[in-house]
């Protein structure tokens, strides 16, 4: 995979979870994975990140499966609010690769 | 505490000359990091430094150049400037670097005519 790639856009209603997938070439088990979520005008804005099969905060949830061929973050109950577009960003190689997703624009409707 | 800062915010500059961005992290992060972004090729790692040291570096070419002070500080220099270097030019600090969690700040619009 030469590029790191991401649905370019979701819709989704208030309330529901939202998964997104960020699909990259397959990392090692101590590279990171990180979500951002960028609003218009705005730097991105960290939700997450983790190397290990799954790791959870108080907003999200990021699930790394077995291939580690692709990471997904999981929104929980989305608000309005989280109407954004989410990179995923990609570090490996012993952080020395750094590789942002395609990005993905969430647009949750009422 | 206060965010990061990056000055000016926007700036217009002719194809041929060189710009100076600035970027002031939030106080006591030892990373900043620097990135660009554009509609076509999204955000791109440019390079990132640690206490004065560059760490790590993006697949830019050499016009693209920065340095971090002492106090954290970070400058971003783009010489011989090209119309595809017009961009959101965006800076993020943060304690560990890369592999941790970075804040970023508002960026910079340098439009090249």
């Known amino acids: 995979l030469a590029k790191t790639t991401q649905p370019i856009s979701m819709d989704s209603y208030e309330g529901q979870e939202v998964n997104i997938t960020c699909s990259h070439n397959n990392i090692a088990t101590n590279d990171y994975i990180t979500w951002y979520q960028q609003f218009p005008s705005q730097g991105p804005r960290f939700i997450i990140q983790?190397?290990?099969t799954k790791v959870t905060n108080e907003v999200a949830s990021l699930f790394i499966p077995a291939d580690r061929k692709s990471s997904t973050l999981s929104l929980p109950r989305v608000s309005l609010s989280d109407t954004a577009v989410y990179y995923c960003?990609?570090?490996?190689?012993?952080?020395?690769?750094?590789?942002f997703g395609t990005g993905t624009k969430l647009q949750v409707i009422p | 505490k206060a965010g990061v800062t990056q000055t000016p915010r926007y700036l217009i500059k002719t194809r041929g000359q060189q710009v100076t961005l600035s970027c002031s992290p939030i106080s006591g992060h030892r990373s900043v990091s620097w990135y660009q972004q554009t509609p076509g090729q999204g955000l791109q790692f440019l390079f990132e430094y640690f206490s004065e040291t560059q760490r790590n570096k993006g697949n830019f070419p050499g016009r693209f150049s920065g340095r971090q002070f002492s106090n954290s500080r970070s400058e971003m220099n783009v010489s011989t400037l090209e119309l595809g270097d017009s961009a959101l030019y965006l800076c993020?600090?943060?304690?560990?670097?890369?592999?941790?969690?970075?804040?970023f700040g508002p960026g910079t619009r340098l439009t090249v005519t």
């Open positions: 993020a600090s943060g304690n560990q670097g890369l592999a941790g969690e970075q804040y």
């Open positions: 983790g190397y290990k």
């Open positions: 960003l990609v570090l490996s190689g012993g952080y020395q690769k750094v590789t």
